[in-house]
C-alpha cells in the first residue's frame, strides 16, 4: 500500500522554467491537497480538489496551476518558475473531514 | 492573525520526561481534531485525533486533552524519547480545510 506518492522527490529549476508536480494516491479518497512548506513558516495550502473534477485555491494559489486528471492524481504546475517558488512541497489526501495522509514531499530549488 | 495559535514554538524537554504540546483554536463550532507529527525530511503523519464531545483520548504514550470552553487543546507525550523529535501540528479545520500554523518543534536532549 503506497499511500501518497509524490514525483520528483528533488528538482532545480531555472528562474522562468516550467515543470508538473505529480502526485497519486492509493486509498481512494475524494480530496487531495497541495502545501508548500518553508522555514519559519509552516504548511500554506496552495490548492485543492474537494472532489474529481473540482479544484478551488487555497492560501497560496498565484503561480500555480492545477489539474485534478481522476481521482487518483492531482498535480500542479509552475508554469514560470520564479525564486520565491523554491519550498518544499507537499501533496495530501483525505475523505472529507477524516485526516489528511502525506507523501514525502518535493524539495524544488529555482535559481 | 493565524487561526491556529500554538503558544511555545520551540520546546524542549529532557529524555524520559514528560512533554505538554499546546494548542489554541479559534472556531467554536470545530468538532474534530487531529494532532500530526513531522519528521525531519518527511511528511506529516497522524498521531492522534479527538472528537469535540470527549475531553480526553488516550494512546500509546500519547494523550489529547480537549477543553471547548477556552478552546484548547494540549498533547501530552510520556516518557518522552528521541524519536519524539520532531514537529508538531494540530490544524485548524474550516470547510473541511486544514490550515496549519507553523507547529511546535519538540527537541528531545539525551
Known amino acids: 500500500n503506497a499511500g501518497v506518492t509524490q514525483t520528483p522527490k528533488f528538482q532545480v529549476l531555472k528562474t522562468g522554467q516550467s515543470m508538473t508536480l505529480q502526485c497519486a494516491q492509493d486509498?481512494?479518497?475524494?480530496?487531495m491537497y497541495w502545501y508548500r512548506q518553508d522555514p519559519g513558516m509552516g504548511l500554506r495550502l496552495i490548492y485543492y480538489s474537494a472532489s474529481e473534477g473540482t479544484t478551488d485555491k487555497g492560501e497560496v494559489p498565484n503561480g500555480y496551476n492545477v489539474s485534478r486528471l481522476n481521482k487518483r492524481e492531482f498535480s500542479l504546475r509552475l508554469e514560470s518558475a520564479a525564486p520565491s517558488q523554491t519550498s518544499v512541497y507537499f501533496c495530501?489526501?483525505?475523505?472529507?473531514?477524516?485526516?489528511?495522509?502525506f507523501g514525502e514531499g518535493s524539495r524544488l530549488t529555482v535559481l | 492573525g493565524e487561526s491556529v495559535g500554538l503558544h511555545l514554538p520551540t520546546l524542549s524537554v529532557q529524555e524520559g520526561d514528560n512533554s505538554i504540546i499546546n494548542c489554541a483554536y479559534s472556531?467554536?463550532?470545530?468538532?474534530?481534531f487531529i494532532w500530526y507529527k513531522q519528521e525531519s525530511g518527511k511528511g506529516p503523519q497522524f498521531i492522534i485525533d479527538i472528537r469535540s464531545n470527549m475531553d480526553k483520548r488516550q494512546g500509546q504514550r500519547v494523550t489529547v486533552l480537549l477543553n471547548k470552553t477556552v478552546k484548547h487543546l494540549s498533547l501530552q507525550i510520556a516518557a518522552t524519547q528521541p524519536g519524539d523529535s520532531a514537529v508538531y501540528f494540530c490544524?485548524?479545520?474550516?470547510?473541511?480545510?486544514?490550515?496549519f500554523g507553523r507547529g511546535t518543534s519538540l527537541i528531545v536532549h539525551p
Open positions: 495530501a489526501s483525505s475523505e472529507r473531514d477524516r485526516e489528511l495522509f
Open positions: 486509498m481512494n479518497h475524494n480530496s
Open positions: 472556531n467554536s463550532a470545530s468538532d474534530y
Open positions: 490544524p485548524e479545520r474550516g470547510s473541511y480545510i486544514p490550515t
